[in-house]
């Protein structure tokens, strides 16, 4: 995993990914006391920087391979069904068969196979290696893969020349953490092009494990992976690839709580005209209101995705009560 | 007023207003039967397309000018104050006494000095004229101002060179209208540089004084101003110096609902993640609801504005319940 390969994904995903624009607001500036920028992966490709991965890996798939194939009811499987789709390919996402009905219907609308297992009975590594085999299936994991991982980075690319045309000197870079492919990613990137940029992974309260894993130089694991609005960057660990690359790169992580994310996301709305969802809300989250301990005076931050629906965006929108 | 001038607006707007993305959904072209593309001018700076004309007026005042004034409450109130603000230039914006606070706030948060007029006893024009005469400011008019028009114009330029990176080759323009200086401007950039695509003004029903001038070929004024949510597009009639221009190059004009409008809201947070206002949604209803007697198989739409507050957004969300 170097930075050649997140060059090499950039060319592959140039004309088909969206180059998502760097957006401000004084109104933000005035709340954080900082310079703010906000990267809008939202904007990406089925609402999330997960095209990103999913295409770069798709790209790169080896000779005589005859489609794809994700464990997923998130991001990760929208990005990996309209990639395949939009390459022609065949796609299979396995889902829990108690996944919401709208999360289903979308991925099938974008093109893919969806086969539901029962969480209790079944296991979705069974069922999705025999599919695989059966099938002759690459599988795309969410994270623990180097192109996808690639993919993620280009953002990094994008954020350090664009920071280089916005003037950006003395920044800190915030990014929403999950596994710790969109963190690895942007962090081998701007080591590269911008490495006077420290990144910080950013997590929730209670689900901070790529924190605690930097703390203790091993791989810890949360205690729980449900409780959290922020369910897009929960995952059980960090990567086995990806957090050998955060140790090596990665620079304090910050921890926010719910209520922000909701607050940021309000913020995003009055101030950018974005829908984020909370987890990716949670870099802006950090940026606004626990930058205390960063030295820079600007901070850029990732807008991971805005997948979210109609009754969390009005939880987040009740924040502004009395504000507004 | 001629397609020079807006090249020269795009000079002078280059590094200083957003290039906004052109975005699609595949969820999006499946309402409407048609490829549907969205110019996000939402994500301008102060949240609507307003800034370019105000950046364009403000960098070709005359020399001498020690800074200028406008009457507005609205969009254009926002762009003039921030473009001003951006150029160093003191700028005061008329607004009546009644306008909601936030709005009032937030421009003198963009660094405007707000002077407030009582709609029931008092002249703004003449409270203007006396305050441009006495501090040697320069009146920015919303539309009827060939600076204006110029910079709304490089949205055009825009979208020719964005349709054409898309491979967009048969596709009609739909622009929401208000006093038409986003069409007028739109609709002379692409004469110049894609004159293949025909240009079709959106209007509220009710409020529909450009289909009704076009039609007879004569300004008509709308019987009101008030009574619909699409606040940001109603003017008492277009402009003298826009309706020549629409009347000379514009496609027939198609009406959408406040219904509609507040439905075509709800697809672009669900599918784009994006926030619109009412009237910045007008053309994106358009060309999802009502695009029968349009022969090409493409819409590219302005979503011009995004200034709205969290019930109206509430509202437009509501729309989606038993859908989503």
Redesign the interface.
């Known amino acids: 995993m170097n930075i050649d390969m997140i060059r090499d994904a950039a060319t592959r995903l140039e004309?088909h990914a969206?180059r998502?624009?760097l957006?401000s607001s004084?109104?933000l500036d005035?709340i954080a006391g900082k310079r703010i920028f906000v990267k809008?992966e939202?904007?990406q490709h089925t609402?999330s920087f997960k095209f990103r991965g999913a295409w770069s890996a798709i790209t790169a798939l080896p000779e005589g391979t005859d489609g794809v194939i994700a464990f997923s009811s998130g991001n990760h499987a929208q990005g990996v069904a309209?990639a395949a789709a939009l390459k022609g390919l065949p796609s299979v996402i396995v889902m829990p068969s108690d996944a919401p009905q709208?999360k289903i219907d979308?991925t099938r609308?974008?093109g893919a196979e969806v086969v539901l297992y029962n969480r209790e009975t079944e296991s979705r590594e069974a069922i999705g290696s025999e599919i695989a085999a059966q099938r002759n299936l690459h599988l795309i994991a969410p994270f623990d893969n180097a192109f996808v991982v690639a993919g993620q980075g280009t953002i990094g690319l994008e954020i350090a020349a664009q920071a280089a045309?916005h003037g950006i000197k003395d920044a800190a870079m915030f990014t929403c953490c999950g596994g710790g492919g969109l963190t690895s990613g942007i962090a081998l990137a701007l080591q590269a092009d911008a490495p006077h940029i420290p990144v910080h992974p950013i997590e929730p309260v209670g689900f901070d494990d790529v924190a605690r894993s930097l703390a203790s130089g091993k791989i810890e694991r949360n205690a729980k992976t449900t409780g959290s609005i922020c369910d897009a960057i929960i995952s059980p660990h960090p990567g086995d690839m990806t957090f050998p690359i955060m140790q090596r790169l990665c620079a304090t992580p910050v921890l926010v709580s719910d209520e922000e994310c909701l607050r940021a996301m309000?913020q995003a709305?009055l101030r950018?005209?974005?829908?984020?969802e909370p987890g990716g809300a949670s870099a802006l989250a950090a940026a606004l209101f626990h930058n205390d301990d960063i030295a820079q005076d600007t901070i850029i931050c990732t807008a991971s995705g805005?997948n979210v629906?109609?009754p969390m965006?009005?939880r987040a929108?009740?924040t502004?009560?009395g504000l507004?």
């Open positions: 004309g969206r998502t624009p957006l004084p109104f005035d809008a939202n904007l609402g309209y709208l979308n609308a974008l045309q309000a709305f950018l005209k974005l829908v984020l805005g629906d109609a965006f009005a929108l009740d502004l009560k507004e």
